[in-house]
C-alpha cells in the first residue's frame, strides 16, 4: 500500500484537516454519540458535495490532485470554508481563485446557516448567471430537486425560457414579470462581470434558441431584481400566491431567494401543505 506523505499531498492533507474539524451536527447531519471520526466521514463530505465518495478517497490519497472549478466550488461548500481557506482550495488544485471579473459563487458557513435554519420556508441560493447553487429541503419539495441535474438543467433562467417542467405553471402576469426580471438581472450582470464565461454563454445559448428571450433582450434594460409576488400553480395542491424575497449577499455574487405566504391565509395553508407532499415524495419508502 502507497503511503502519502504531508509534504507531497498537501491537498488530500489539508482536505482531512478541513473534514475533521466540522462536527455533523454543525453540517446539519445527526451525530450519534459512538462516532470515532473527530469530524465528517468521507462518505459524508462526499454526498454534501455531490461527490462519489471514491473520488474524495482519491483526492485525498494523492491519487487525483486536480479537481476542477466545479468539484472545488462544492468541496468548499461542504467544507463550510470560509474566504480565506477557499482561496487556499483553489489554488491547491491549481485553479485561480476568483477574481472581480468572474463571478464569486462561494457560500461562506453563515450563509449555509441562513439556509440551514429557515427550515420548512423555501429557500434556494442563485449565482449572477441564475445556475441554483443550492436549496433546502423545503425548496426541494415545493420547486423540484435539482441536485440530480447537470448542465443547464441547475440554471433557472434555462428552466423559464425553454418551459422545462419543474415547479408548475405560472399565471400569465407573473410569467411575464418573471421573464423581464430574468432579462432585467441578466442584463445588470453583463454590465457588471462583462469577462464572466458563465453569464456570456446563458445569455447567448438563450437568445439562439429562445425567441421570447431575444425579443425581451432588446427591448428590457438592465435593472437587478427585488422582492415580487407571484401566483403559481403546485401540481399537487393547486394556485398559491406567496412573496418572494430576494436577498443579495454582500460581497458575493449570490442572491438568496426565499417563499414565504401570510401566516393564517389560504395561501399559507398551501405553501405548507406543497412542502409535506413534496417531503414525502423526497424521502424514500
Known amino acids: 500500500m502507497v503511503r502519502w506523505r504531508g509534504d507531497d499531498n498537501e491537498l488530500g492533507t489539508q482536505l482531512r ?22 469530524g465528517l466521514r468521507r462518505e459524508e463530505v462526499a454526498q454534501l458535495a455531490g461527490l462519489s465518495g471514491d473520488y474524495l478517497v482519491r483526492l485525498e490519497q494523492g491519487r487525483s490532485r486536480h479537481p476542477s472549478v466545479q468539484v472545488v466550488q462544492a468541496l468548499a461548500r461542504a467544507l463550510r470554508l470560509d474566504d480565506e481557506d477557499r482561496d487556499r482550495l483553489y489554488r491547491l488544485a491549481g485553479h485561480l481563485p476568483p477574481t472581480s471579473g468572474r463571478m464569486d459563487r462561494h457560500v461562506t458557513p453563515s450563509i449555509l ?9 423555501p429557500v434556494s441560493v442563485i449565482d449572477a448567471a441564475w445556475e441554483t447553487v443550492m436549496q433546502n429541503r423545503a425548496s426541494e419539495a415545493v420547486f423540484g430537486d435539482l441536485s440530480g441535474e447537470t448542465g443547464r438543467g441547475r440554471n433557472r433562467a434555462w428552466r423559464t425560457f425553454m418551459d422545462v417542467p419543474g415547479m408548475g405553471r405560472m399565471e400569465p402576469q407573473t410569467r411575464t414579470m418573471v421573464e423581464r426580471d430574468v432579462v432585467a438581472d441578466l442584463h445588470a450582470a453583463m454590465l457588471r462581470l462583462p469577462d464572466d464565461p458563465d453569464i456570456a454563454s446563458i445569455v447567448a445559448d438563450l437568445r439562439r434558441d429562445s425567441p421570447r428571450f431575444a425579443e ?70
Not at 17 to 38: F, K, Q, T, V
Not at 217 to 244: F, I, N, S, Y
Open 216 to 285: 425581451l433582450w432588446e427591448t428590457t434594460p438592465a435593472r437587478v431584481r427585488g422582492a415580487q409576488r407571484k401566483t403559481l400553480e403546485h401540481p399537487e395542491v393547486g394556485w398559491m400566491t406567496l412573496d418572494c424575497d430576494v436577498l443579495t449577499v454582500h460581497g458575493s455574487d449570490l442572491q438568496i431567494v426565499v417563499f414565504t405566504a401570510e401566516p393564517g391565509t389560504p395561501d399559507a395553508d398551501a405553501l405548507a401543505m406543497a412542502v409535506v407532499v413534496g417531503l414525502q415524495e423526497l424521502t424514500p419508502g
Open 17 to 38: 484537516g478541513w473534514r475533521d474539524r466540522i462536527s455533523p451536527a454543525s453540517a446539519g447531519l445527526p451525530s450519534h454519540p459512538r462516532r470515532r471520526a473527530p
Open 113 to 121: 446557516r441562513l439556509v440551514d435554519r429557515l427550515g420548512d420556508t
